[in-house]
């Protein structure tokens, strides 16, 4: 039977308040044990009590003293915890908003806004991991501040229909109330536990270089992760049963449901990503873990998911189908990418209508400014001479040739400038991503968090020339290095965005692509076909590295 909104309401703030006092306990224990180990061997008692090995109960002033240091630290930790809770919880898991100039960005958002719409008109933002694993999440403040977020991965591998279903399930978490309890029992503990681990391991490489801050750290950790494991307990599993009950109500397509499930769970989920411990804000867990494929007592406790193939079953048997034809339906799944054309102009500035002659032994033309771009050979003082006009002048003193084809004003007006070529970048969507390209060297200019988005989408086919580039590296790469006099200093080029000069260095180490790694602005540069080579690398890695490489 559903929810009213007022059980909706009632449900949650029990959840809270019981989540609030497990905190309240869980600091009432630990402080508790602490006295009994410090009043039994340290403190009050002589060496023949020590020799006994006798625990020694507190007496009941130290036990309301140990009960308010307890409330003060609990409701400490609480209002750290839930203060600013969705910037918190989404740098965790790597999540930005989502990017407007992105094709792939602006068709999750409009899913996103219809899904919005569908539950009632709530608000709902959208955020983007860049990540090429497969996983969707959602999370709820107590301003009823709504996200869903999803991978790079799942938005390039799942067609529309999929993607709408897992974004109407974490809408489901939205509407049934569970997801700020989630959210707020992530941030209390879970949270903790993803940055600790990652400390962890930045220090292992210390060579025993403070060993007794690796030991406390190994005792914090171990108690974030009890009280990780105790606040699992208000997470039920029956959320994700409902959750995708819901998205059946709103989407009336159980089987793109079933399928997005199958698919996120045969792909890379975010293991070892970040955000990998925050796993209960997750449509399926980032980890593998032995209790989300069983049933009973103990998994229903200390789990956060239910078996996906449980959920598949349910979901299969409200479409009336069986687990061979949705295997069927997937051994000849075709997604449609929602990018018309795989590389275009996102803002064409160029003027369609004006025209110029130019003199080269002889007058040529009349060409747009596009066509000047392509011929070869064209200088700053050149004459020129506009269509329509008589007047003739040197190609450098025609404003829009000077700006559009010389990048004389790109540093002036913040334009990004070729490194090379000295001219302004043109910004192009390849792929539905929004980076920056030079019409004359072909280079590309992109943010490093972007790249990720290229290397998943596969909507461009690659040239005979790639793929004979592409075997030939790997096939010398060993040896092989940019032959360029250049490159014999590692600092080479200036940054198109900053200025700053950029580092020449292997994209990763596996892979033998060299390009320009900007470390003030984190942008990258790639030279001619250097972005579609790795790309290619990326996309047949099981074919080049057994699956090994990124």
Same mark, same amino acid.
């Given at each position: ?23 309240? *306990? ?44 307890? #409330?003060?630290a609990g409701v400490f930790h609480w209002l750290i915890s ?6 918190? /919880? ?10 407007? @100039? ?6 999750? @958002?409009?899913?996103?806004?219809? &899904? ?6 709530r608000p709902i933002e959208a955020m983007v991991i860049s990540?090429?694993?497969? %996983? ?22 799942? %067609? ?5 279903? *897992? ?57 974030? %992760? ?35 499930? !199958? ?20 449509? *399926? ?13 103990? $998994? ?11 959920? &598949? ?52 033309? $009349? ?7 392509? #011929? ?28 559009? #084809? ?39 200019? &992109? ?24 075997? @030939? ?14 490159? !014999? ?7 198109? @965005?900053?200025?700053?000069? /950029? ?9 033998? *692509? ?13 030279? !001619? ?22």
């Amino acid at each position: 039977m559903p929810f009213s909104f007022i059980e909706i309401e009632e449900e949650k703030s029990r959840i809270i308040a019981f989540v609030f006092l497990s905190v309240i *306990v869980f600091y009432f224990l630990t402080v508790y044990l602490i006295l009994i180990l410090a009043e039994s061997f340290f403190i009050f008692h002589p060496a023949d009590e020590l020799r006994k090995g006798l625990f020694i109960l507190p007496s009941l002033d130290h036990t309301l003293a140990t009960f308010i240091i307890a #409330l003060i630290a609990g409701v400490f930790h609480w209002l750290i915890s839930t203060n600013n809770l969705i910037e918190k /919880m989404s740098l965790a898991v790597g999540a930005l908003p989502f990017d407007p @100039k992105d094709t792939y960005h602006q068709s999750f @958002k409009n899913i996103v806004d219809e &899904v919005s719409v569908a539950i009632g008109g709530r608000p709902i933002e959208a955020m983007v991991i860049s990540s090429t694993g497969l %996983n969707a999440f959602s999370l709820e403040d107590f301003d009823h501040r709504a996200i869903i977020g999803v991978t790079e991965g799942l938005l390039a591998r799942l %067609n529309r229909a999929q993607i709408e279903a *897992v974004v109407a399930h974490e809408a489901g978490h939205i509407v049934s109330g569970d997801c700020l309890s989630t959210t707020v029992t992530c941030s209390l503990a879970e949270i903790y536990e993803e940055f600790l681990c990652k400390l962890n391991v930045g220090l292992r490489g210390s060579e025993n270089r403070g060993s007794v801050f690796l030991f406390l750290l190994f005792i914090i950790l171990s108690l974030i %992760n009890f009280l990780s494991r105790i606040l699992r307990y208000f997470i039920s599993r029956q959320r994700e049963y409902r959750a995708d009950a819901i998205s059946v109500r709103l989407t009336r397509n159980p089987l793109s449901l079933a399928e997005a499930l !199958k698919l996120i769970s045969r792909n890379w989920r975010g293991c070892g990503a970040s955000g990998e411990k925050m796993e209960s804000i997750f449509i *399926v867990n980032p980890r593998f873990d032995s209790l989300d494929d069983e049933e009973g007592f103990i $998994p229903d406790i200390f789990s956060t998911h239910p078996p996906i193939r449980r959920r &598949v079953g349910i979901l299969l048997d409200m479409a009336h189908l069986d687990e061979k034809t949705l295997e069927e339906n997937l051994k000849h799944f075709q997604r449609v990418s929602p990018v018309a054309k795989p590389e275009y102009k996102t803002e064409d500035s160029i003027n369609k209508t004006k025209k110029w002659f130019i003199f080269k032994e002889q007058w040529l033309g $009349p060409y747009l400014l596009e066509d000047l771009k392509k #011929l070869q050979g064209l200088r700053p003082d050149n004459w020129i001479r506009i269509e329509g006009e008589e007047q003739v002048i040197p190609a450098y003193e025609d404003e829009e040739l000077r700006q559009g #084809l010389f990048g004389q004003d790109a540093e002036k007006k913040d334009e990004l400038c070729c490194p090379h070529c000295k001219t302004i970048l043109d910004e192009i969507n390849y792929e539905g991503v929004p980076l920056f390209k030079c019409s004359y060297c072909e280079g590309i200019f &992109v943010e490093e968090y972007k790249v990720s988005r290229v290397f998943v989408r596969e909507d461009m086919p690659f040239s005979e020339d790639i793929v004979r580039l592409a075997e @030939k590296l790997i096939a010398s790469k060993d040896e092989w290095r940019l032959n360029d006099s250049a490159a !014999k200093s590692s600092w080479v080029i200036p940054c198109p @965005k900053c200025k700053k000069l /950029m580092h020449r260095q292997f994209f990763v180490y596996s892979y033998p *692509v060299e390009i320009d790694r900007c470390f003030f602005c984190s942008g990258i540069w790639f030279d !001619k076909q250097e972005l579609e080579i790795l790309q290619y690398f990326y996309q047949y890695k099981e074919k080049f590295f057994d699956g090994k490489g990124f």
